[in-house]
């Protein structure tokens, strides 16, 4: 079957068709066969339509022959997850084909094992997108099996120094249980805005000895690639919705809503 991936959560959006044979619970093959970067910063309303079409016809297919649809759902840009959400729904009712709610940060810490910036079980892979205010929005994850992970810092908002100390927590949780990390590796627009503060945080927390790393530019980002193989493996799992199902995951309210719920209890 072909899966249509998107990614709006990011300043850049992205699209991406996949080639999938799911049998028995399992992906017995999966191919990116198509992909599609934006170029211009936050333009999702104006591109995302041509990017899914551009992709389609590059391989000679129509939106007629999609099977599945896998949506990077949040956390990022709200205005973006609302874009990439809104068009799954629509194109999911009007194909009468299911969606899959991919997390963000999730589809980032996996590109990093995709692209072989970590091969290894001691380094913590860190996705942190700016939420604004001092906040990020941030996970911690551990290379697993075959092209996997597993969440080891739940995903969440956090103050910068509170996720610090959330890693700190977790080198020593897993040094406890033989597991030792000895680098973590940060990804995501958050490194952009906070990278210094994190240097200075290391220190305080009692880091010292862990090295930190940051994403080169090039893989960085949010990138619908790892957004289609998470969709693949939800669609084996069974784990997928139609499209009134599909919901965002802001996992904090708008800065509008919440100057207006300030304002309603002043």
Do not use: W
């Not at 041509?50 to 759902?73: K, R």
């Not at 692209?115 to 997108?129: E, K």
């Not at 551990?142 to 992970?149: D, K, L, P, V």
């Not at 995903?155 to 033989?178: C, H, L, Q, T, W």
């Amino acid at each position: 079957m072909y899966l249509l991936a998107i990614e709006t959560t990011g300043a850049f959006a992205s699209v991406a068709l996949a080639k999938t044979e799911i049998e028995n619970g399992e992906v017995k093959s999966f191919e990116i066969i198509g992909h599609i970067d934006g170029h211009d910063r936050f333009s999702h309303l104006q591109n995302l339509t041509p990017q899914i079409q551009q992709v389609l016809s590059e391989n000679a297919l129509s939106i007629g022959d999609v099977s599945m649809i896998a949506t990077s759902v949040g956390p990022g840009s709200f205005t973006g997850i609302r874009i990439g959400v809104s068009t799954t729904r629509a194109l999911s009712q009007a194909l009468g084909v299911p969606c899959a709610a991919v997390p963000s940060l999730e589809a980032m810490a996996l590109r990093q094992i995709v692209l072989r910036t970590v091969s290894d079980h001691g380094t913590l892979i860190c996705p942190i997108i700016d939420a604004r205010r001092n906040q990020i929005y941030g996970g911690g994850f551990r290379a697993g099996e075959e092209e996997r992970i597993e969440e080891t810092i739940k995903a969440g908002p956090y103050m910068v120094d509170e996720f610090i100390e959330k890693i700190r927590s977790a080198v020593a949780e897993a040094a406890d249980n033989g597991a030792a990390f000895d680098r973590a590796l940060f990804m995501g627009d958050g490194i952009d805005k906070y990278r210094e503060q994190i240097e200075e945080l290391k220190a305080s927390c009692g880091l010292e000895d862990m090295t930190f790393a940051y994403a080169e530019e090039e893989c960085r980002y949010q990138d619908a690639d790892t957004v289609a193989m998470i969709g693949a493996e939800l669609a084996a799992a069974g784990k997928v919705c139609g499209f009134e199902e599909l919901k965002p995951e802001y996992m904090r309210m708008a800065e509008a809503e919440r100057k207006l719920k300030e304002k309603q209890k002043g």
